[in-house]
């Protein structure tokens, strides 16, 4: 099976919307979602709409669950500040979807079991990055694939035990890269294609600006950072 990956979107619809294009173009057999569907950015409802639409698999990041709940204690300032404006802006719909997501996921393609977490499988808001990555992870969790978000910066490791992915940042890159990230893999090869997407940073930069949020969040879309 073919599938399309995605994770920290951060309410940035312009970038999403043209990688969710992107991958439905690809005919792929599914899509996950690693979290982080909203904080950041302008449009919390429309990205919430477009992942009910057509991701297939959701898991709720640490923006997500403090958009919902208010709790900011664990948020930088600049993030805590849209975390407390995404409250008061999502609608009935956004909040009961973001509500509703599991903090972590297993899903079974076709006998490939892959572990979804936001952070990593002992802690959603701790950041694992290529360096941390081991095959005791793969042992620990019963899985062939972990997919993970929350660094922002993407990667694939493939060992014999199997594979671990993040896809990157669709909303916010952080690898000095300010194209959108996403990832596609094959379940049965355990291969990953990490795929780089041109969208409307201005656009995006500008309704960060235009709502009113931090200018230091629409400052870092164009240098990726």
């Known amino acids: 099976m073919r599938i399309g990956i995605v994770a920290d979107t951060h309410s940035n619809i312009h970038a999403l919307a043209v990688v969710?294009?992107?991958?439905?173009?690809?005919?792929?057999d599914g899509v996950v979602?690693?979290?982080?569907?909203?904080?950041?950015g302008a449009h919390p409802n429309e990205c919430c709409r477009e992942v009910r639409r057509k991701v297939d698999h959701a898991i709720a990041g640490n923006h997500d669950r403090s958009a919902v709940t208010r709790d900011i204690s664990?948020?930088?300032?600049?993030?805590?500040?849209?975390?407390?404006?995404?409250?008061d802006h999502i609608d009935e719909s956004s909040a009961e979807f973001l509500s509703s997501l599991p903090t972590t996921l297993r899903v079974?393609?076709?006998?490939?079991?892959a572990a979804v977490f936001h952070g990593s499988?002992?802690?959603?808001?701790?950041?694992?990055y290529q360096e941390d990555v081991d095959e005791d992870m793969l042992t620990r969790?019963?899985?062939?694939?972990?997919i993970l978000g929350h660094t922002h910066i993407p990667f694939a490791v493939r060992m014999e035990a199997g594979l671990v992915v993040n896809p990157?940042?669709?909303?916010?890159?952080?690898?000095g890269d300010a194209r959108a990230s996403c990832a596609v893999?094959?379940?049965?090869?355990?291969?990953?294609?990490?795929r780089r997407i041109v969208y409307d940073v201005e656009g995006a930069s500008q309704s960060i600006l235009d709502a009113g949020l931090p200018a230091a969040l629409a400052h870092r879309l164009p240098i990726g950072r």
């Open 74 to 87: 664990r948020l930088n300032p600049y993030a805590a500040a849209v975390a407390i404006w995404t409250n």
């Open 185 to 194: 893999v094959n379940t049965r090869s355990s291969s990953c294609e990490i």
């Open 108 to 113: 079974d393609f076709e006998g490939s079991v």
């Open 20 to 28: 969710l294009e992107d991958l439905d173009a690809l005919g792929l």
């Open 141 to 146: 969790c019963s899985c062939e694939m972990m």
């Open 33 to 40: 979602c690693a979290g982080d569907i909203v904080g950041y």
């Open 168 to 175: 990157g940042s669709v909303g916010q890159p952080r690898d």
């Open 121 to 128: 499988d002992r802690d959603p808001n701790r950041y694992v």
